[in-house]
């Protein structure tokens, strides 16, 4: 906790001066932010870090697994909808994306259901909402025996999960057929910081590029 509370100070004394004008602009004119960015809560995944965002840039939503349920779900397991319907509905952003990561527990834990519901139930229900991608990998993926090549393609067929089940909103629906919202799935290789944007036309995740050509 004092780490934090020293980080506060730092910030107030010696890095606010560089932002006062844009707090004081987002104070008085509120949030715009031209993208949702979907992500998994693993500490070692920053949004605004990785793509060098500053204040009012991202709309981000951070959960387990960075998993969006359908939107038939209801309840305590989507609480992300209400987030998507906000960024989507109200602020309008531009663009979603989807950001899984590499070495992500969540998928470690679906893959190897060692979450049991008793223990941990909150848990086990929300990755239940995942069950679609384990059978993919059953299905898809028999070739693949090393533990962590199996948890990198879970993460990747993850996101495309979240992709889909994107689709299942109405006010994406809506604004994707105007064509004022685009979709991308993207994957964050943490050990050496490198991105990696889903090409729909060649079925693979590639490596960002300036203009990235895939959108999803």
């Avoid at 299942?168 to 105007?178: D, I």
Wanted: charged fraction near 20%.
């Amino acid at each position: 906790m004092q780490r934090l509370i020293a980080g506060v100070h730092r910030f107030r004394n010696d890095e606010f001066g560089r932002y006062r004008a844009l707090f004081r602009k987002l104070s008085q004119d509120g949030q715009n932010p031209h993208t949702l960015f979907i992500t998994c809560s693993d500490s070692r995944v920053l949004a605004e870090l990785i793509t060098q965002s500053k204040p009012g840039d991202l709309f981000v939503v951070k959960n387990v697994g960075n998993i969006v349920p359908p939107a038939s779900a209801v309840g305590s397991t989507n609480s992300t909808a209400a987030a998507i319907e906000f960024a989507v509905n109200v602020l309008k952003v531009n663009d979603v994306v989807v950001c899984g990561h590499s070495q992500c527990g969540a998928m470690d834990a679906l893959l190897s259901e060692f979450v049991h519901s008793e223990e941990l139930p909150h848990l086990s229900g929300w990755l239940e909402i995942a069950r679609p991608v384990r059978e993919v990998l059953a299905r898809d993926y028999s070739h693949l025996t090393d533990p962590a090549a199996r948890a990198t393609a879970a993460a990747e067929e993850n996101v495309l999960f979240a992709l889909e089940n994107l689709h299942s909103y109405p006010c994406v629906q809506q604004r994707l057929a105007a064509g004022s919202l685009h979709l991308h799935g993207w994957f964050f290789k943490i050990n050496s910081a490198e991105l990696f944007a889903y090409d729909p036309e060649t079925n693979q995740f590639a490596p960002l590029v300036t203009t990235e050509s895939g959108k999803p």
